[in-house]
């Protein structure tokens, strides 16, 4: 593995704890919904995407997979339905979990990622991988669970109560698009470099470790608060 692929794995695994930290329920988030109208739902909202590094490394780990600009935007796309479904409809219904758990399984997406790009299901199984497609969709509801989780830990009231969560779900929309705006244009530009395929392996074989770790992460936060 080359030194370039070394310092960018490096950083990856820097930022992680960065994220873990970030990826939370503050009180000045509170404060802005609370002094703010819709507008301040959107902003938390592309705020709370743009530090869900375990929502970002899984996106990255799809794009990994694709070839040109058409197949990104129908996986994405069907990423978002996904996740819109299930955070506004848990949300607007009620529907709660343990934000442990349900992180615990988006951490397994981002290791189901990194597992299917390094052929893991053909080495270790024999077998060829389930339909990309329809994983993507499926992960994308447990990511909107997992943002419903986080939403439902405000007091956003009873006024306009939908109208406040499809504009947190819009800004989440905005924040993934701004994330992810960078990460295809690293990975489409180093394609082309011949270091790529040793980039590749790292970086997916960082979402296995990072998947792993986010897992134990957020089991030891379900039973230290249990």
Not at 147 to 159: H, K, M, P, V
Not at 201 to 209: C, E, K, M, Q, S
Request: hydrophobic share 50%.
């Amino acid at each position: 593995m080359g030194g370039p692929t070394r310092r960018h794995l490096l950083t990856l695994c820097l930022l992680l704890p960065l994220g873990l930290l970030a990826h939370g329920v503050t009180d000045a988030d509170q404060e802005i919904l609370r002094s703010g109208g819709l507008l301040a739902y959107i902003l938390v909202g592309a705020k709370h995407m743009l530090t869900g590094y375990d929502h970002l490394l899984f996106l990255a780990g799809v794009i990994f997979y694709l070839s040109g600009l058409r197949d990104i935007v129908r996986f994405i796309t069907v990423f978002t339905l996904g996740h819109s479904i299930t955070l506004i409809g848990a949300t607007y219904l009620g529907i709660t979990a343990d934000e442990h758990l349900v992180d615990a399984v988006i951490a397994l997406s981002v290791l189901y990622k990194g597992f299917e790009n390094l052929e893991g299901f053909k080495k270790w199984f024999g077998v060829s991988s389930p339909n990309l497609l329809l994983m993507v969709f499926v992960f994308g509801l447990i990511h909107g669970f997992g943002l419903a989780t986080r939403l439902q830990s405000f007091e956003i009231g009873t006024s306009g109560f939908l109208a406040k969560i499809i504009s947190f779900n819009v800004g989440v929309e905005l924040g993934q698009v701004l994330a992810l705006i960078p990460i295809v244009f690293v990975i489409t530009r180093w394609k082309s470099k011949s270091s790529y395929p040793a980039f590749y392996r790292a970086a997916n074989v960082y979402l296995v470790i990072a998947g792993v770790g986010l897992f134990v992460y957020q089991l030891v936060g379900y039973f230290g608060n249990s």
